[in-house]
């Protein structure tokens, strides 16, 4: 699913942020990318969908060469992808309901299964009653949900998340986590970097650990093993 | 593109327009007052060259003939000369009529022609008019070589100066033209620049769930068609009025003056003044555009 190859990345600042990197993540995997603040897992995260570009070295995700496509081929690569960010970005003036069939319109879906799939999705999340719900009438963790369910509303093969529980509190998260863990079963591979290390630790799954844009630990049932 | 996708351009690009009104409004009229100004200098020019079209058709060869040609020589000369590449008419003026002329010219001081007694210092000519203007240089040259020709003259001043003068007015036009046209894109482009920030998250977001460029840009490209289309709607029908208007005074002061006709002419200059527009408006959308998708 992900093949990272001796990825460097220097910001045009000069900032290193990730150092001769080597990741092979497979289908229907979970792992968590881990590290302190300024380690390098937004970096990494971000190469994955292509909005920050390597600069040096090989990335294959779902089948596609993220360094060497063609501009015009990243919308297809991100169609394949889900991304979950800290902060949802969600539409204010769009429903529940809107701002899940968003993501379907705009990749010009059929309107009769962007009907299907958005309650389907909002079943998964569990939101289907608040369907008509603006962002600002729902909890975080419901916003959160709203997020998920539009990254996963295109069915993915890969969901991305940077830090989605870093504005949640620790019940909310769990209920986030339960929704990854339903998502993951189905043979999603999920990609999650974190800070949060009750969650890593009970969670018992693959963790990369990274500091100042080296991996340093990579373990198959890891734990997050800092203490900040 | 699907029936759907069409429906979603449209419909945003209705929403974006509302939401800005006041800012779409602005620009409208911004656009409008550019491309009136545009579209009046197009129209004078326009109407010069014509001007000068018809003056110049207007020009008249006068080939003066020495005086050694004899009468049956003179009637010779004016088969030669009709009988060349581009010659309209040739008219015959003689000594007695140029002198007719002459004296009806004079009016009341005729007494200057006294002193001459019966002598008669015209000379004998003819009339040249030509089919085409742009055959008037060619011909008086042609005329020149003929034997017993002393000279032939046209208006070449008159015509130059009317040249220079449309030159003039053409080069300050297109200037002028350019600039307004780089206003008018600068203005489109800056209202777009503003409703794409106003919609910088929806853009984002479309960027993460694998909208095209092309599906994102759809919205604000016709934004852009449409501000400037409308823009382009509300000079063409001050242009109209304002050149019908004009039409009246003129022909009622000036008959003579050789005003290009409302018909087909309005509409031409409309449907200039619109693809001008809708032109300008893509374009600057394009261009608020470009920066925004290339990030
Ligand atoms: N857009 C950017 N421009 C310059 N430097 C950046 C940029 N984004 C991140 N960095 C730098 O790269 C390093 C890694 O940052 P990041 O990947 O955001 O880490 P994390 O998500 O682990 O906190 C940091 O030193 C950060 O300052
Ligand atoms: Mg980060």
Known sequence: MIDMKDISKVYENGAMALDHVNVHIDKGEFVFIVGASGAGKSTFIRMLFREVLPSAGSLIVNGQDVIHMDRSDVPYLRRGLGVIFQDYRLLPDKTVTENVAFAMQVIEAPRRKIQHSVNAVLDIVGLRDKYKCFPSQLSGGEQQRVAIARAIVNHPALVIADEPTGNLDPDTSWDIMDIFKRINADGTTIVMATHDKGIVDSMKRRVIAIEDGHIVRDEAQGVYGYED | ?295
């Open chain 2, 1 to 295: 593109m699907k029936i759907s996708t069409g429906e979603y351009i449209v419909r945003e690009t209705v929403l974006s327009l509302k939401r800005n009104s006041w800012m779409a409004f602005a620009s409208i009229g911004t656009v409008a007052v550019s491309l009136f100004v545009l579209g009046m200098f197009l129209i004078l020019v326009l109407n010069m060259n014509r001007m000068v079209a018809s003056l110049e058709s207007q020009v008249e060869i006068s080939v003066y003939v020495l005086d050694e040609v004899s009468e049956a020589e003179l009637r010779t000369l004016e088969e030669r000369i009709a009988s060349m590449q581009g010659i309209q008419s040739v008219k015959l003026i003689d000594k007695e009529k140029a002198m007719e002329r002459f004296r009806e010219r004079l009016g009341d001081q005729q007494f200057l022609l006294d002193a001459l007694g019966d002598n008669n210092p015209l000379p004998n000519s003819f009339e040249v008019r030509v089919i085409q203007p742009d055959m008037v240089r060619t011909a008086a040259e042609a005329i020149r070589e003929l034997p017993g020709v002393e000279t032939a003259k046209y208006g070449q001043d008159v015509v130059e100066h009317l040249f220079d003068i449309t030159r003039l007015v053409r080069l300050f036009g297109l200037a002028l033209m350019f600039v307004l046209a780089l206003a008018t894109l600068f203005i489109i482009s800056n209202t777009i620049r503003l409703t794409v920030f106003a919609r910088r998250k929806e853009v984002a977001i479309m960027k993460y769930v694998g909208a095209t460029d092309w599906f994102i840009r759809w919205p604000f490209l016709l934004e852009g068609i449409v501000l400037g289309c409308f823009g382009g709607v509300v000079a063409a029908l001050a242009l109209r009025g304002v050149y019908r208007v004009i039409a009246v005074k003129i022909y009622d002061t000036l008959a003579f003056f050789p005003l290009i006709p409302e018909n087909p002419f309005l509409h031409y200059v409309t449907a200039a003044i619109l693809v001008c527009g809708m032109f300008i408006g893509a374009l600057g959308s394009t261009i608020s555009l470009k920066k925004f998708l290339d990030a």
